[in-house]
């Protein structure tokens, strides 16, 4: 199989665990066969590679997740960085002229895109391999509707002509309020995951139709250029090349804290401590303070370097608005070499805890308008500051002034404390050279 993952947003209604960087899908709540933690997409990425060894997977997201992928799929991962975001439609073609111009397949094969958002079972996955099939002798799209469970407000529905396995369209519909869901169902509708197949040249005809661009670096120059869309927008509506199978593979929507806690088998997540009186309740802890829950029910917590969250189960899809007036720094991220955490800010300084995994390095960069200064914690590695290379262990300090060029690179797990100092301490203040 081809598949396309699409991975982007910034996941506001699971803060404080999810910020402009760190989506709901690379939150680690879920444990896998072997007891570890796992994330969203680390899940689905596994559930694919289990039915398919052979599947062809590329993500599509946004830049700002970039690192974030690589830290946790690996550096093989096939990945299809917008430059900037331009909603659905032109995030796939991207990732279809990558598929074609970098990664050489074929035109005329099926591709099936999916959400990387998905929390379902193993069996679903048969499904995409069924609809990749059925798509390349039949209609230009090919959906995958699933029965419904129950009137969801978190789904938008599809509408089939018959109650055959496979069938045309009738219509689609947005996501409802719940007396429209029921009405839907009532009518035959199936919810609306946002999978769908195709054969790669049928929406690359479709694409240059719509777009002016020759190849995957044309269309890359241009992007920024081109005009907000989702693919439902510019290629499923009115199109009477478009099909549903029919699948009842079982599907959860985890977009709030309260679905969530109910998907996942672990009530404790990090160190938190529940008192027997306690009932339905969840902790999630990022930090490494411990939480303390007493004669509270069907509550969860969340705790994390950008805040701290206590919500019943029945106000938890009701906090985003409150969380866009919070004007926050992010304070976690994954990055491609390991993670930081932000432990203070203050007027002309910030210190934060790197931690640099074996074998990777950080860009060699400078910055204008701050020093810094690295205290190594533990592990051993070296550093190359403006093109000296020396060994570095714990208890060794280096300093970096404004301007000069430096990395740092692990050869066993690197944990430094990083201070930055400077009266504009900014994420745009970076460079980045190319080791000589």
């Not at 289990?50 to 690192?67: E, F, H, K, M, W």
């Not at 032109?90 to 929390?119: G, I, N, Q, T």
């Not at 002509?161 to 429209?180: G, L, M, N, Q, Y």
Request: some cysteine; charged content about 25%; proline content about 4%.
């Amino acid at each position: 199989m081809n598949i396309i993952l699409l991975s982007g947003g910034s996941g506001k209604n699971l803060w404080p665990l999810s910020n402009d960087v760190r989506s709901k899908q690379f939150i680690k709540l879920f444990q896998n066969k072997i007891g570890q933690n796992e994330s969203m997409i680390q899940r689905i990425y596994r559930q694919i590679r289990a039915i398919d060894p052979d599947a062809l997977i590329t993500v599509a997201t946004s830049r700002s997740q970039a690192s974030t992928l690589f830290n946790q799929l690996g550096h093989t991962i096939g990945l299809s960085a917008e430059p900037m975001r331009r909603d659905t439609f032109p995030a796939v073609v991207l990732a279809l002229e990558y598929l074609k111009d970098v990664r050489r397949v074929d035109p005329s094969e099926p591709v099936v895109v999916c959400p990387v958002d998905l929390f379902t079972d193993d069996s679903f996955f048969h499904a995409l391999e069924e609809l990749s099939r059925e798509v390349v002798n039949g209609p230009g799209i090919m959906l995958l509707g699933t029965e419904p469970t129950g009137p969801s407000t978190q789904y938008g529905y599809i509408l089939p002509h018959t109650d055959d396995r496979i069938s045309t369209v009738k219509a689609f519909r947005e996501k409802p309020d719940e007396e429209s869901a029921r009405k839907y169902i009532e009518e035959g509708a199936l919810w609306n995951a946002g999978i769908f197949a195709f054969r790669m040249s049928y929406v690359l005809h479709l694409a240059h139709e719509r777009i002016d661009y020759e190849d995957y670096d044309d269309l890359y120059n241009k992007y920024a250029q081109l005009t907000p869309i989702s693919f439902d927008h510019a290629v499923l509506e009115n199109n009477p090349y478009v099909a549903v199978l029919r699948s009842d593979t079982k599907l959860d929507d985890l977009g709030t804290w309260n679905a969530l806690s109910k998907a996942t088998e672990q009530t404790i997540i990090g160190n938190g401590i529940v008192t027997p009186a306690c009932e339905n309740v969840n902790i999630i802890n990022d930090m490494d303070i411990p939480v303390l829950a007493a004669g509270v029910k069907d509550v969860v917590i969340s705790a994390s370097q950008q805040g701290i969250l206590v919500t019943s189960r029945d106000s938890a899809e009701d906090i985003r608005p409150y969380v866009d007036q919070i004007n926050e720094k992010v304070m976690f991220a994954e990055k491609s070499w390991g993670n930081f955490k932000v432990l203070d800010v203050s007027d002309g300084s910030m210190t934060i805890k790197l931690t640099i995994h074996a074998g990777k390095r950080m860009s060699y960069h400078s910055h204008e308008h701050r020093d810094e200064i690295w205290a190594v914690v533990s592990g051993w590695g070296r550093t190359i500051v403006d093109g000296m290379e020396q060994p570095v262990q714990a208890g060794d300090v280096i300093t970096m002034q404004a301007g000069c060029r430096h990395t740092i690179i692990a050869i066993t797990t690197l944990d430094v404390i990083e201070i930055q100092c400077g009266d504009e301490i900014t994420t745009s203040d970076k460079r980045k050279f190319e080791l000589e």
